[in-house]
């Protein structure tokens, strides 16, 4: 795992390449026998490690399971049948027009909202294209922009990409809710951007109706733009204290904000890269001048069929959640009995643990032996926080995400992995030898 708490500062670096990798975690430092090299994701690497040692993967963050095979089928249609769908040439800049209006149909249905398809919906290749354009549009080079962390990592990369420096506001534990006091107190006159999550990814918080009002206000009155990723809106559990409710339901958000939503996330097929961002007139104008010279558009068979499945999902989100929420209490029953104090984990993919019960080892280290010596891949949550001002000593640094979009039967056998072998693993490398180490490049 190439984390460290010394892990370079992205702005420190001249080339776009090495301060958009080192923004993301992905930069390895120089060493004397070679320059900065760009290594995989973290899910990238940590689904290598999985496939090197034999481990169950329980890092990256993709279902076992296919997505519904009738929206399978219209994809395969829409490429096959010139009667059933689009021809297999550019999608519009914009995103096809059925998709665009399925999408404000869709927010009309379940949020309320009231978006023109023409000029207030924008689809993109997945939510990450959503993202990076619209970080590369209002990120002004040398402002911060702000972010509750853990962070998905592309932020920190688009925004290092931007020249901007990102600011991190950590969500802490048990609840993980968003402190919008201490975002507040971190705005300063340079600061441009805030990016929101929610529901969140990794915690599963859902943020509250009133906790994004006061973050809209904020907004408005320092003249900052927010972009909202709510790419997990149809991943909410039962148990959830909160719905989800869009950035975009706030009053006054449309002169501030942007969201962004997924296909992938939605209907379990995150391979398709079908993703969207909605807001104003004016904020779509200004990310397209980013957006449609990145990709410009892709997928036309699949964004028709995700726009045929927005109308109608037949069922597949109530079933989809369901089966999230079974494996959710399947893994969180089995790390509460191995000591790993997992959270509430209330919407999403993922559960979080604290290896502080079992070891003094940073999560780093943990999640390299849970690989090497255990077999079951995890992602440490340091892989998503800004590392170059992290603290080895933070308790952000002692947590683990576990994915539970998985077949049942794989959480159940890396459970039992974990519970037969990770005493005796643990027991082979004495927590005193590193304790408040930070975490090595290896």
Known sequence: MSISSSSPDPLAFEMPWARSAAGANTLEPESPRSAPQVVPTIYERTTASALAHGAINLGQGFPDTEGPDWLLELASLSITDPGSGPR?????????????????????????LDLDPETEVMVTTGATEGISATILAFARPGSEVLTFEPHYDSYGACVALAGARMVGVPLRGPGFRPDVDALEAAITERTSMILLNTPHNPTGTVFSAEELGRIVKLAKKHDLRIMCDEVYEHLVLSDAALPHRSILTVEGAEQVAVAVGSAGKSFS????????VTGSAELISQIRGVKQFLSFSSGPAFQWAVAQGLEDDRGFFAQNTAELEAGRDLLRDGLHELGLAPNAA???????????????????????????????AAIPVAALTIQHTAQPTDELQRLVRFAFCKDHSTIAEALRRMREHLPAALAGHPAEERAGEPAAHR
């Open 88 to 112: 297999n040439q550019y999608a519009p800049g914009m995103g096809l027009g059925e998709l665009r209006s399925s999408i404000s149909s869709a927010q009309r249905r379940r949020q309320g």
């Open 269 to 276: 097929v995150t391979g398709w890269k079908v993703g969207w």
């Open 346 to 376: 209330e919407a999403g993919y993922f559960v979080l643990g604290d290896v502080s019960g079992l070891t003094s080892l940073s999560a780093v280290d943990f999640c390299r032996i849970l690989a090497e010596e255990v077999g079951v």
